[in-house]
């Protein structure tokens, strides 16, 4: 079972790989909503459309509370987005995020 585990993670890297290497490659907005569309539910989109826009609220020093009652989300919600914000260096990774998501 080991081994089938270890072939499943090697066949999973394989594919994030790819899907990195062809959103880099792919520059057309079109082509990546399409790409987006294929591999996402609306909801899994509107989830990820929502982490951006916690991101972009906490860049603007909005309070996880503010942010809450903005969005509709639960705190819960914010508080993951927070924490992903400070671990992963969002600031850095996204400088001009805020400056694109206005609420």
């Known amino acids: 079972m080991l081994q089938e585990d270890i072939q499943a993670n090697i066949q999973a890297s394989d594919?994030?790989?790819?899907?990195?290497?062809?959103?880099?490659?792919?520059?057309?907005?079109?082509?990546?909503?399409?790409?987006?569309?294929?591999?996402?539910?609306?909801?899994?989109?509107?989830?990820?459309?929502n982490r951006l826009t916690i991101f972009a609220l906490l860049q603007q020093g909005v309070t996880q509370r503010e942010?809450?009652?903005?969005?509709?989300?639960?705190?819960?919600?914010?508080?993951?987005?927070a924490k992903v914000f400070n671990q992963h260096h969002v600031d850095e990774l996204l400088p001009n995020l805020s400056q694109r998501i206005k609420r």
Do not use: P, W
């Not at 790989?17 to 989109?45: G, N, P, V, W």
């Open 15 to 49: 594919a994030y790989d790819y899907l990195l290497k062809l959103l880099a490659e792919t520059d057309h907005t079109e082509r990546l909503s399409a790409i987006f569309d294929a591999l996402m539910t609306e909801k899994e989109q509107l989830e990820l459309a």
């Open 67 to 81: 942010i809450s009652a903005q969005l509709g989300v639960g705190i819960a919600t914010v508080s993951r987005g």
